[in-house]
């Protein structure tokens, strides 16, 4: 709206600036033509708040925005946070009805130990190159970062294809992740897979979550699914 406004705005005072240098037999068009007039009056005092009203709204929705980001968008991966990927995963579900749904649950191995030895200098960087593999390897809007070290994924999607994707994104991870890390050390996720119909996100997440912990009991870097 506050572009046509401009727009109209520029395309009126280029009509004036023609009426100005032309003579015209009719009155009410020849007033728009004059510098000042009772109908210039008018305009300027519609157009003028009209204008003011349409930027300030420009800078409300702006602020808007700027808050509904930083309240859905992790900092750090500039991927879902866990209140934006719930929220998504459950508007998923709700269409899904009778069909399944695959929940991969990830968690970097060792990620405690890369800090140690290497810092948080080093373990940001690792963070952000697994938000892009899953960026690079799922669909928009069905995974994001729970917290820490954890990410997650729900997809529409039956076991068989959760565990090839979920084999997918641990190999692009573990090349990905020992590139950026620059040293003789490697980077490795585990991985749990979980497949049902008909249930809320955070149960298909428990029984993912049930999926990674024998991911990690079995020596890490595997993908489990149930």
């Excluded at 004036?16 to 009410?28: D, K």
């Excluded at 728009?32 to 009203?53: D, H, K």
């Excluded at 930027?55 to 509904?68: I, N, Q, V």
């Amino acid at each position: 709206m506050a572009v046509v406004l401009l727009l109209g705005l520029a395309v009126f005072n280029l009509l004036r600036g023609l009426l100005g240098i032309s003579l015209t037999s009719v009155p009410w068009i020849d007033s728009f033509g004059r510098r000042w007039s009772p109908e210039m009056a008018l305009f300027l005092v519609v157009i003028g708040p009209t204008l003011a009203f349409m930027f300030l709204s420009m800078a409300k929705e702006r602020l808007k925005f700027e808050y509904k980001q930083a309240a859905l968008v992790d900092d750090l991966t500039g991927i879902p946070n866990r209140r934006a990927f719930l929220q998504a995963a459950a508007r998923l579900l709700d269409r899904l009805h009778d069909r399944p749904a695959g929940c991969l649950l990830f968690d970097l191995d060792n990620f405690k130990a890369i800090n140690d030895c290497h810092g948080h200098a080093a373990g940001d960087p690792i963070l952000r190159v697994f938000a892009r593999t899953l960026t690079d390897n799922l669909p928009k809007g069905t995974f994001g970062r729970l917290g820490g070290e954890e990410f997650a994924a729900i997809l529409p999607i039956g076991a068989k294809d959760a565990a090839g994707i979920a084999e997918k994104i641990r190999h692009a991870f573990a090349e990905a992740g020992k590139a950026a890390l620059a040293t003789s050390g490697e980077v490795t996720v585990s991985i749990g897979c979980a497949t049902v119909s008909r249930t809320m996100a955070e149960d298909l997440l428990r029984r993912a979550d049930r999926a990674l912990y024998r991911a990690k009991e079995s020596g890490r870097n595997i993908v489990v699914v149930v």
